[in-house]
């Protein structure tokens, strides 16, 4: 199996040794490996040009690249880190590890804080809070009126905000989501932890047997 990466990892800009990637996050060597599989069907579904675009990112973090996704959109903007677009195979890995089911709950908050902190102040407002609502309910097909959006934006924020100065910080926002936990639901994706399971169109005729 090394020696097949290592053959294949020529032909892969920003591909980083899966050992190094399991010791940095939950995933075990062999699901970094499959996740390399599934790297390169991902980053040639589209553009083939070695590198995850943000339609080929939706795809792997929701099975569909054409849906508009406003919180696909932020974690792929948090995990370009270089700003140019794309993501190589080592971000890949790491991107999707704030997801695994092993991930501290404390890393996933601290995650989600910086999705729903659109502008990159430090602080959620309103705004951004309801632009988040709003995405997520458009997620779950649910049709609410402006008045009960509303509604449930003013008294989610009214809740956070304990300071009540018109704004939710990092502190606040832990507290918050000890009350309810559900807000970092969306943050846990279980099948990472079965690969070759989740993604069979994928892996399933992989050149490397899963051992």
């Known amino acids: 199996m090394g020696c097949y990466h290592?053959?294949?990892?020529?032909?892969v800009l920003g591909y980083e040794d899966p050992a190094v990637l399991a010791s940095e996050t939950p995933f075990t060597v062999n699901e970094v490996e499959a996740l390399f599989e599934l790297f390169k069907k991902l980053s040639s579904s589209i553009i083939d040009d070695g590198f995850i675009h943000k339609e080929e990112f939706h795809l792997a973090l929701f099975r569909n690249s054409k849906k508009k996704n406003l919180f696909a959109d932020r974690v792929f903007d948090l995990f370009d880190v270089e700003h140019n677009g794309v993501i190589k195979f080592g971000k890949?890995?790491?991107?999707?590890?704030?997801?695994?089911p092993n991930t501290p709950d404390a890393d996933k908050i601290a995650f989600a804080f910086k999705l729903y902190d659109l502008r990159g102040t430090g602080f959620i407002e309103q705004e951004e809070l309801k632009e988040m609502v709003l995405a997520l309910l458009g997620e779950s097909d649910l049709i609410l009126s402006d008045d009960v959006v509303e509604t449930i934006v003013n008294k989610t924020f009214l809740e956070a905000d304990s300071k009540g100065d018109g704004k939710i910080d990092l502190e606040e926002w832990r507290e918050f989501v000890a009350k309810n936990p559900s807000l970092i639901k969306n943050m846990t994706l279980p099948y990472l932890t079965e690969l070759t399971l989740a993604f069979p169109s994928f892996v399933l005729y992989s050149e490397v047997e899963e051992s």
């Open 6 to 11: 290592s053959k294949s990892a020529r032909k």
């Open 92 to 100: 890949f890995v790491r991107s999707l590890s704030i997801f695994h």
